[in-house]
């Protein structure tokens, strides 16, 4: 195990990066099969799915911003200001997004929240107005451009790699 330093990124760091980076994948994925085949058969399961890697999301996200808050002084120094804000918008929409989907949850009277098998949260004996209303305003919304701003980050460690001033290096721990 090893805390970042100022050459790179180490192994607890890259261990959240990865691991929400796939699992933001698959929440892109079960996004799409809704947009694109929301009548086909095999969508309808997804949605429990959704909500456990959600949830899981949600745990880790906590974990990684307590984790980045104790490497401040230590890891590679943002390469502009802009790379600094976009870090920092991507950490608030990867907070804000999977608890408003969890406020939902609960203000929906939905009854239990199941995570792979495992209740975790239960539902709200009643309906409250407020909560449901946020999530139906933000949840996806917020969620879009999540995906947006990640598919923008991912494109400029491309841009940078292409210029020669590679960061890449800096999140694979060499
Ligand atoms: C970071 C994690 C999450 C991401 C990126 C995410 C993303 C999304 C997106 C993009 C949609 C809209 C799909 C469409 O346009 O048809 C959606 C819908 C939904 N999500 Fe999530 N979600 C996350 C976590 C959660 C959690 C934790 C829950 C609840 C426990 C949840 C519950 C729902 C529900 C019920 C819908 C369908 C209703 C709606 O479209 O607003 N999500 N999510
Ligand atoms: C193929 C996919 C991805 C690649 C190649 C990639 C690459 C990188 C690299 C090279 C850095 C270090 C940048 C620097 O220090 O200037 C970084 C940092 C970061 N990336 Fe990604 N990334 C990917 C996906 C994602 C996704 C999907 C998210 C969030 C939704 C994300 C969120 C972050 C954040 C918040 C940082 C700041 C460091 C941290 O606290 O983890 N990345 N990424």
């Known amino acids: ?17 990865w691991l929400m980076a ?7 994925f079960t996004a799409l099969s809704w947009l694109l085949a929301d009548d086909a058969e095999w969508t309808k399961g997804l949605m429990y799915y959704h909500k456990s890697v959600g949830f899981l999301l949600a745990v880790l996200v906590v974990l990684r911003l ?17 790379a600094l804000f976009g870090h920092i918008a991507l950490y608030v929409l990867m907070v ?5 989907g969890l406020i939902r949850q609960y203000g929906g009277a939905r009854g ?43 494109a400029m460690v491309a841009v940078h790699r292409l210029k020669g001033e590679d960061v890449l290096p800096r999140m694979l721990g060499r």
């Open 1 to 17: 195990m090893q805390a970042d330093n100022a050459q790179s990124y180490g192994s607890i760091s890259r261990f959240f990066h």
């Open 22 to 28: 796939a699992g933001f994948a698959f929440m892109l």
């Open 66 to 82: 307590l984790w980045a808050l104790a490497n401040l002084k230590r890891r590679p120094p943002a390469d502009s200001m802009a």
């Open 96 to 100: 804000a997004v999977p608890f408003i």
């Open 112 to 154: 239990a929240l199941e995570v792979f098998g495992a209740t975790v949260m239960q539902g709200s004996p009643e309906k409250i107005d407020w909560m449901v209303q946020l999530g139906g305003n933000w949840h996806s919304t917020l969620a879009w451009v999540l995906f947006a701003l990640a598919a923008g980050h991912i």
